[in-house]
């Protein structure tokens, strides 16, 4: 059941960002993020209202409050800069570099206790060399350095994000990531006022901005969920397959092609995270 949930929430989050780059080609990666957060928030509202599941707040370390506040800061900006990239560089291969982000949780859950085999030691150094080979041929070019600079930030801001989530979710995952939207949805709406900006998006454009928004929410509270019905590690790493749905959309729909090195890289990067769910 976690495994399952873990890997649904890749599918997710995979064709979430792949319309959230495609968009920001279009609108600043702010206005998109901003936007679909709203909708995000609004699913999250429904499901707490429709189930019920209401905790009271409170401020400790180890209830939700906290760990979805600041997951929602680190998450947020970690989006920002994760559209811009997608939108800027080759959505498979920065796509692929944001999907390591799970190493950082997993590497707490390894602190907490809970014991790597060597093969998963294995599959995280494949991961990185395959994140490596991906952006080889962007960095040579000179040009394309700024996607894969920004696909590295978001990396680590997606992995800080993940391990609040796991924190947050031992109380209630529902509530975790409804409280991360509430928050993140509050800057959103900060930073509009100050930059007096609030988008400017077309009725075409609203149903994608609603899935991304929905589609993101749910692989969050899915693999929230993972991570309470299994090993916070493994739930990670399958949750971290991110770019299989990104670059098959970017395909399909972009008809995007990669180097040869850097179908290799996805596929150590894949490979290296797969291996690392083995027990």
């Not at 998109?32 to 599941?53: E, W, Y």
């Not at 700024?146 to 796991?166: D, E, N, R, V």
Request: hydrophobic share 55%; charged share 10%; glycine share 12%.
């Amino acid at each position: 059941m976690a495994s399952l949930l873990a890997l649904f929430s890749s599918v997710l989050w995979g064709s979430a960002d792949f319309f959230g780059g495609y968009l920001t080609k279009k609108h600043k990666a702010l206005a998109v993020t901003a936007a679909s957060q709203v909708f995000g928030l609004i699913l999250g509202v429904a499901l707490v209202l429709i189930s019920g599941n209401f905790i009271s707040p409170n401020l400790n370390w180890n209830g939700y409050v906290i760990p979805g506040i600041l997951g929602s800061i680190s998450g947020f900006i970690g989006l920002v800069l994760f559209y811009q990239g997608l939108a800027t560089g080759s959505m498979g291969v920065v796509s692929s570099i944001g999907s390591l982000g799970a190493i950082i949780p997993i590497a707490i859950a390894f602190l907490n206790g809970e014991r790597p085999h060597q093969h998963q030691i294995y599959g995280m150094v494949i991961a990185l060399i395959g994140a490596f080979c991906a952006s080889g041929p962007e960095v040579l070019k000179g040009s394309q350095l700024k996607p894969i600079l920004l696909g590295i930030a978001a990396m680590f801001l997606f992995g800080t994000a993940l391990s609040f989530m796991a924190i947050g979710s031992k109380v209630s995952s529902l509530l975790t990531m409804t409280t991360m939207r509430a928050f993140s949805v509050t800057i959103a709406l900060f930073l509009a006022i100050i930059l007096r900006n609030f988008g400017s998006f077309k009725k075409n454009e609203i149903g994608p901005l609603a899935f991304m928004g929905c589609a993101d929410f749910l692989a969050n509270l899915f693999l929230g969920i993972a991570t309470t019905k299994g090993l916070v590690s493994v739930a990670m790493v399958l949750g971290s397959l991110v770019p299989i749905a990104t670059a098959l959309l970017a395909y399909r729909i972009l008809h995007e092609r990669l180097h040869k090195v850097q179908y290799l890289g996805i596929a150590l990067a894949i490979a290296g995270v797969s291996l690392t769910s083995l027990v």
